[in-house]
């Protein structure tokens, strides 16, 4: 088992940046699949980003290719989201999520065995 824990979701105005941070703890963060999602009141989850376990490897979702980037720190067993060109339509709860797997990963948040409580990034315009 693994336990995710999100931060630095914070206010910020649109046109600014943002970084989210995800720590695993419990075992070694390694063998895990990472995605990051994000949920606004009212819709479904939503794909974000994925990494793979060795880093090498990143998928985004349309609506933040471009702005959005992913990376991990598997020795301090840390997941990123560096967030730029923010619009108010990225407001949402982000969630961290992981499943530890030898083969690739998926955007589809079933994928996932293991999820954090989610951090609230509020973008205003």
């Known amino acids: 088992q693994v336990q995710l824990v999100e931060s630095g979701g914070v206010l910020v105005q649109a046109g600014g940046s943002l970084r989210l941070s995800c720590a695993a703890s419990?075992?070694?963060?390694?063998?895990?699949?990472v995605g990051w999602f994000r949920q606004a009141p009212g819709t479904a989850r939503e794909f974000v980003a994925s990494?793979?376990?060795?880093?090498?490897?990143?998928t985004y979702g349309d609506s933040v290719k471009g702005r959005f980037a992913i990376s991990r720190d598997n020795a301090k067993n840390m997941v990123y989201l560096q967030m730029n060109s923010l619009k108010p339509e990225d407001t949402a709860v982000y969630y961290c999520?992981?499943?530890?797997?030898?083969?690739?990963?998926?955007?589809?948040?079933?994928?996932?065995?293991?999820w954090g409580q989610g951090t609230q990034v509020t973008v205003s315009s």
């Open positions: 999520a992981a499943k530890p797997t030898v083969f690739g990963g998926s955007s589809s948040a079933t994928f996932y065995d293991y």
């Open positions: 419990v075992r070694p963060f390694s063998s895990d699949f």
């Open positions: 990494i793979s376990r060795g880093g090498d490897g990143t």
